[in-house]
């Protein structure tokens, strides 16, 4: 099985967010103050906190346009927050859902299909890594299971 790593959205991309600047659609975030239920920011993978101002934004994490490039609602901090450091095991605060969706793109960044599947989050590192070994498959996302958001990207190591 293929050594994994999660990845948290680039601090590139982040700042310029925080900074204010334009979504996917090409709108400036929307502000927000977190209630403390939920709100996954999807730099440091930690909840903003309660009381904390988020922002609400379109983000497409691919390089391209093409008809794959899936674009959605994301949350992040507001204020600058530490990247997530790249790791094996599966983030903490993606343990705390019950379930998570895994899909598989190619490297030209379209989904590979038959490779979507929701897993227990217990199960996500493994099932991340053996969609890893499959030939043609470069990268997973890991989607909520619920709403279909992005929330981080999975590679080989």
Same mark, same amino acid.
């Given at each position: 099985m293929p050594h994994i790593r999660f990845l948290a959205m680039p601090t590139a991309i982040a700042r310029t967010y925080q900074a204010g600047g334009l979504d996917a659609y090409g709108?400036?975030?929307e502000r927000r103050i977190s209630d403390g239920d939920s709100i996954p920011c999807r730099h440091c993978l930690c909840n903003v906190e309660k009381g904390a101002e988020y922002l609400i934004l379109a983000h497409r994490p691919f390089s391209n346009l093409? #008809?794959? =490039?899936? !674009?959605?609602?994301?949350f992040l901090h507001a204020k600058e927050c530490a990247r997530h450091p790249e790791t094996e =095991? !599966? #983030?903490?605060m993606f343990l705390t859902s019950q379930t998570m969706m895994v899909r598989g793109y190619s490297e030209d960044q379209r989904i590979v299909y038959g490779t979507g599947t929701v897993v227990p989050s217990d199960q996500i590192a493994e099932t991340a890594a053996a969609l890893l070994e499959r030939p043609g498959i470069a990268f997973v996302h890991l989607r909520s299971a619920r709403n279909n958001c992005f929330q981080c990207r999975i590679e080989r190591r």
């Amino acid at each position: 099985m293929p050594h994994i790593r999660f990845l948290a959205m680039p601090t590139a991309i982040a700042r310029t967010y925080q900074a204010g600047g334009l979504d996917a659609y090409g709108h400036k975030p929307e502000r927000r103050i977190s209630d403390g239920d939920s709100i996954p920011c999807r730099h440091c993978l930690c909840n903003v906190e309660k009381g904390a101002e988020y922002l609400i934004l379109a983000h497409r994490p691919f390089s391209n346009l093409q #008809p794959y =490039a899936e !674009t959605g609602p994301i949350f992040l901090h507001a204020k600058e927050c530490a990247r997530h450091p790249e790791t094996e =095991a !599966t #983030p903490e605060m993606f343990l705390t859902s019950q379930t998570m969706m895994v899909r598989g793109y190619s490297e030209d960044q379209r989904i590979v299909y038959g490779t979507g599947t929701v897993v227990p989050s217990d199960q996500i590192a493994e099932t991340a890594a053996a969609l890893l070994e499959r030939p043609g498959i470069a990268f997973v996302h890991l989607r909520s299971a619920r709403n279909n958001c992005f929330q981080c990207r999975i590679e080989r190591r």
